[in-house]
């Protein structure tokens, strides 16, 4: 699987969002609105997500397997270092 970040915003200020992007997977997927999270054991990646009626927050994407939310995870992460 091939994963290529289209658009990559360091996000300035005290709340936990760090930064957001946009990723193409294998040219056929793009996915927007990935957040990196500060938190208490360093940044995360957060899917995209919305609220339902009821008021509670679910994710819009959600990755199929293990290996594919750690290598997501890896490559947006890797970005976010790059811009500290």
Known sequence: MYFLITRFVK???DSALKAFCDIAIDQQLLIRGIRVIAGRKGA???M???QSKD???YDVVVPMTR???VEL???ILE???KHR
């Open 79 to 81: 970005e976010f270092q």
């Open 48 to 50: 995209p997500r919305q």
């Open 55 to 57: 008021r509670r927050w």
């Open 67 to 69: 290996e594919t939310k």
């Open 44 to 46: 995360f990646v957060s």
């Open 73 to 75: 995870s890896r490559v």
């Open 11 to 13: 996000w300035d200020g």
